[in-house]
């Protein structure tokens, strides 16, 4: 089940979301709206493998915000990522959803679920399908982050390559 109302408020207040910029704005009645921070290009090709032995991410290069905070993206794919920090509790897992005014302007989010024990700055691919682009304000909300809670507690907490990602300033 979702986790909402003052559920949520709690979850957050708990540390579940930090570094956000105006609680009473991104608290929704059962989602967090997720902001971004960072926009990338791919540069080259990713791997991937059954045991991630012969795994290579897509090496990537950050698009920088004009003086004013925009970017204009044409139709592509886009790696973008998320000022806040969240920490799933070990009751918990989460999953991103692109906000309605991402999708209504010809664009979607594709991301993983996000694990009991995560930790970090996640990132999401950004879709621009929209023949004309977007325009694209740093500390946009873009996302909404929903909470479920899980029927029991996490006996083992996530531990693959990406927890703890980008918590040294959002920069890595």
């Not at 969240?86 to 959803?97: L, N, Q, W």
């Not at 989010?109 to 996640?122: A, K, S, T, V």
């Not at 999401?124 to 004309?132: C, R």
Request: with cysteine; net charge neutral.
């Amino acid at each position: 089940m979702a986790v909402s109302g003052d559920a949520l408020k709690r979850l957050v207040g708990n540390g579940a979301v930090k570094d956000f910029r105006d609680l009473k704005a991104q608290l929704q009645p059962a989602s967090f709206d997720l902001t971004v921070s960072q926009v990338f290009r791919f540069s080259s090709a990713g791997a991937i493998d059954f045991d991630n032995s012969e795994r290579k991410m897509a090496e990537t290069g950050e698009i920088a915000f004009d003086e004013k905070g925009w970017v204009s993206l044409p139709r592509g794919a886009y790696k973008i990522r998320f000022s806040e920090a969240v920490r799933v509790p070990s009751d918990c897992c989460a999953v991103t959803f692109a906000r309605s005014s991402l999708a209504r302007c010809g664009c979607d989010l594709y991301n993983g679920w996000w694990d009991p024990g995560y930790e970090g700055r996640g990132e999401s691919i950004l879709a621009v399908h929209n023949e004309h682009g977007l325009r694209l304000k740093k500390g946009a909300r873009v996302a909404q982050l929903v909470f479920f809670r899980l029927n029991e507690e996490a006996k083992e907490l996530y531990g693959g390559m990406h927890n703890k990602e980008n918590l040294g300033g959002g920069t890595e």
